[in-house]
Each structure stands twice: as structure tokens, then as C-alpha cells.
């Protein structure tokens, strides 16, 4: 699954970690949404600031259409 089109966490439920506040990339309304993170299973599409997240994911991902065969990925250090 391409980056742009993955949860922020595979998981939600794994154990007694803090709850704390992320941004993903939302593709459906092609924007980053800040959701409750778990710290469980983590994908490349999580960021800790909205600035991260607009920086990194909206360039790429705003331009893919709403089609599962494009593949996009984008890289985070």
C-alpha cells in the first residue's frame, strides 16, 4: 500500500503507552488530520507536527487521484 494511502498505526491497542496526539496524511480529504497515536505498529504515514506533515506528504500525495493502482512513497529520515 502506498505511503500516502496508509493508516497512521496498524494497531491501535498495545499495552500501557500514553496516548499522544500525531498527523497523517489523509487521502480521502487530501489534507493532514491530527488523530489519537497509540504508538502501536507505526507506518510511514505519521508525523509528529502538522509542519512535518505538510512538508513531507502534501507535495507528493496531493497529486495522486483517489485510485489504488498509483503507488506513491516518500521518504522520511
Not at 500516502?4 to 498505526?9: I, V
Not at 489534507?31 to 510511514?44: A, D, H, M, N, Q
Amino acid at each position: 500500500m502506498p505511503n500516502c494511502m496508509q493508516p497512521m498505526e496498524m494497531k491501535t491497542v498495545c499495552g500501557d503507552i500514553p496516548l499522544i496526539y500525531k498527523w497523517h496524511w489523509d487521502h480521502e480529504t487530501k489534507s493532514c488530520e491530527r488523530l489519537p497515536y497509540f504508538g502501536c505498529e507505526p507506518t510511514r504515514n505519521n508525523f509528529y507536527s502538522l509542519n512535518d506533515c505538510r512538508n513531507i506528504a502534501r507535495p507528493v500525495c496531493i497529486k495522486l487521484p483517489n485510485d489504488d493502482r498509483y503507488k506513491y512513497s516518500y521518504d522520511i529520515e
